[in-house]
């Protein structure tokens, strides 16, 4: 099949895909799109509910063109943004979120969208990797992005493309009764991190992991098991990196690490005051003299967030780092702002709360393919420890 190549520029010899860690000064980046986006439906991984309208139900079906609109000009907003700043962007293919699947071993009524490249696309170095996802709806998410990767992977021979192992997101996948445990048992669980997904098949979404140049991190959560955290240490490890699962066990629904546990830059992570790391985690990041602070409260409460916003509050510290020094952070983020100017970052900002119903804001909407830098070790204890 002939693909639709075009020549990249990148700097000197860097492949076109090149990216180590959350910091390195960017070069090229996709930013999502609301086009086509659907509700996300009810299934066994997931249990939208409606916020402050009262009992009623979540819609399914395609999205209103004028919210659609809404988040599209959002979106542009920050796409112009980073192609001010030199950084060039890419846009996700336009896919029929509407259609319905059916596979063996599922059928759900309409798809999602494409506005959050980082939950199921991650570029790991010089590889791409798709995620396997763990919601039916998310099944074909990678579609919109294959022309891209069939693009880079034809350009540059030094660019490898990895896809995980699909689940078969059957009913036998989740558990079901996960969604009925009263907050006490919850609380009583915590540290089992036992959620909607069992444990017998392959599963992750991207955006649960976070890259420290050879070290990973990757949260268990809701979209993230353990057998997906096998499957990543036991296929990057011989590569050369390290992967290590991580917890924060006051966060009873975890989904996706980017609104938790956040880095900045080499010694710095931006953490989530509600959600501290399991204890003997947090030593890996002391023990290498990594700083973690804890965001201030967004200026949005959980209640104030839109009606048909999955997510928390804490959408506030999605905040996406263009270089050590500087980041992009959502325009009525003040407090949070003047966090990040007390450590010396220039912030620049944007109107995003209207993407905030898609699920994600800055750095969910986006996936980085090109930064500076190399492979690094920044957490030379680590390698100390498993050489003794
Ligand atoms: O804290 O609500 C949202 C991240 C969605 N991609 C949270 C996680």
Same mark, same amino acid.
């Given at each position: 099949m002939r693909r639709n190549t075009q020549v990249i520029k990148s700097s000197g010899?860097?492949?076109v895909v090149n990216s180590?860690?959350?910091? &390195?000064?960017?070069?090229e980046v996709v930013v999502g799109s609301a086009t086509g986006a659907c509700f996300e439906p009810t299934e066994p991984g997931n249990r939208p509910q409606v916020r402050g309208l009262g009992d009623v139900p979540f819609p399914t079906g395609p999205k209103p063109s004028e919210a659609v609109e809404r988040a599209n000009e959002q979106l542009d907003g920050l796409a112009a943004l980073l192609t001010a700043q030199g950084v060039s962007v890419r846009r996700p293919a336009p896919h029929d979120f509407a259609k319905p699947l059916r596979t063996p071993a599922f059928d759900v009524e309409n798809q999602y969208c494409a506005v959050c490249p980082r939950d199921v696309m991650i570029t790991l170095g010089n590889e791409i990797v798709e995620a396997p996802m763990s919601r039916r709806a998310r099944y074909f998410e990678y579609e919109p992005y294959r022309k891209l990767v069939y693009e880079y992977w034809e350009s540059d021979p030094r660019v490898t493309w990895t896809v995980a192992p699909k689940p078969t @997101?059957?009913?036998? @996948?989740?558990?079901?009764d996960f969604w009925e445990w009263p907050v006490e048992e919850r609380h009583a669980r915590m /540290?089992?991190? +036992?959620?909607?997904?069992? =444990?017998?098949e392959v599963v992750f979404d991207a955006a649960d992991m976070s890259r420290f140049g050879r070290d990973i991190i990757v949260q268990e959560s809701m979209t993230t098991n353990r057998a997906g955290i096998r499957w990543l240490k036991r296929t990057l490890e011989p590569k050369g990196f390290r992967v290590h699962p991580v917890h924060? %066990?006051? &966060?009873?629904? %975890?989904? /996706?690490?980017d609104c938790t546990f956040v880095p900045l830059r080499p010694g710095l992570i931006l953490t989530n005051p509600d959600r501290p790391i399991r204890e003997a985690e947090r030593q890996m990041f002391t023990d290498d003299g990594w700083k973690l602070v804890d965001a201030p409260q %967004?200026?949005?409460t959980n209640d104030d967030m839109?009606? #048909?916003? =999955? *997510?928390?509050?804490?959408? *506030?510290?999605?905040v996406l780092s263009i270089s050590p020094e500087k980041l992009i952070c959502e325009e009525q983020e003040k407090p949070l702002q003047d966090l990040l100017y007390s450590f010396g970052f220039e912030v620049l900002t944007v109107p995003f709360r209207?993407?905030? +119903? #898609?699920?994600? *804001?800055l750095h969910c909407a986006t996936w980085d393919i090109r930064r500076d830098g190399t492979r690094e070790d920044y957490f030379p204890s680590v390698s100390y420890r498993s050489a003794v």
């Open positions: 010899t860097m492949p180590w860690n959350e910091w &390195d000064t960017l070069q @997101m059957a009913d036998s @996948m989740y558990r079901q /540290h089992e991190s +036992e959620f909607c997904v069992t =444990q017998d924060f %066990p006051l &966060d009873y629904f %975890p989904s /996706h690490i %967004p200026v949005l839109p009606p #048909y916003c =999955q *997510s928390s509050k804490w959408l *506030s510290m999605n209207d993407v905030f +119903e #898609y699920g994600g *804001s």
